[in-house]
């Protein structure tokens, strides 16, 4: 065998004040580098609003409007208590729907397994959307309690429980088919749910006497009963989401 030549590397000279001044720079970086972030509520709610749909708000906005309508042309006509007490009652019911729908929307089609995917929050982005669509449902129901308040000799507090019972037996009953069923057609079942709620909250305007102040510890017992209920479907669907049947169940 032949020698192999040998090569000699030569000797780089390294500039200390240079590189001292390159390494400061680095360990600065370094120090900026934040590796945990905690963002505020307000940057969660405001991250999340993009994944909430404007058809599902716009609805919401469209039945407060027809609730104006309605209050509008019964007070031209000189309607009594029963009927703005029933638009009333009709439209508390029906509100909760666009909630249910967009929830509905986010677990159908295989969305929520998606989310879960791209390591999205699923439990965030459905607290946002609660928390939006609460918040506008609590207006609107403020807004329709005072407007019927003006037109009738009842008390607000009493108008407020007979708006709310509605309401609130509403979201049990589309919260009840929410987590039941996981279908293509949830949006509709959801629809129906507050279309049977609607047409039931109607039932007593068939006797005036139940808007009458011996019944209304009734009402108030129906409504505690009804946020029983909801409180505990809240609390399952957030124990579905836990355990992932909310991302598995097929």
């Known amino acids: ?78 309607g009594d208590m029963t009927e ?40 965030q982005v459905w607290c946002v959307k609660m928390i939006l669509f609460g918040s506008l449902d609590i207006l609107m129901l ?15 507090i009493r108008i407020i429980v007979y708006l709310l019972a509605p309401f609130v037996m509403s979201n049990v009953l589309q919260l009840f088919v929410f987590t039941l069923l996981r279908s293509r057609k949830g949006e509709y079942l959801q629809i129906g749910a507050a279309a049977v709620s609607s047409g039931l909250s109607l039932l007593p305007l068939s006797d005036p006497g139940w808007y009458t102040a011996a019944y209304f510890g009734v009402w108030v017992c129906v409504l505690a009963a009804a946020l029983l209920f909801l409180v505990r479907e809240i609390i399952q669907v957030y124990h579905n989401l836990e355990e992932g049947e909310g991302i598995c169940w097929n």
């Not at 909760?96 to 295989?110: A, I, K, N, P, T």
Request: aromatic share 12%; proline share 1%; with cysteine.
């Open 84 to 123: 703005f007490l029933g638009i009333g009652s009709g439209v508390s019911a029906g509100i909760g729907v666009f909630l249910m729908v967009e929830l509905s929307r986010s677990r159908d089609y295989g969305v929520a397994e998606l989310e879960q995917v791209c390591y999205l929050n699923l439990k």
């Open 1 to 78: 065998m032949g020698n192999k030549d040998k090569f000699i590397l030569k000797e780089v000279s390294i500039d200390a004040r240079q590189k001292q001044k390159i390494l400061k720079k680095i360990s600065e970086a370094v120090e900026e580098k934040r590796y945990l972030y905690h963002p505020s509520l307000w940057e969660i709610f405001r991250g999340q609003l993009k994944y909430i749909s404007g058809f599902c708000l716009g609805g919401q906005i469209l039945c407060f409007v027809f609730f104006v309508i309605l209050l509008g042309y019964f007070q031209r006509q000189g």
């Open 142 to 156: 403020t807004a329709m309690a005072f407007g019927i308040a003006g037109n009738t000799s009842l008390e607000l």
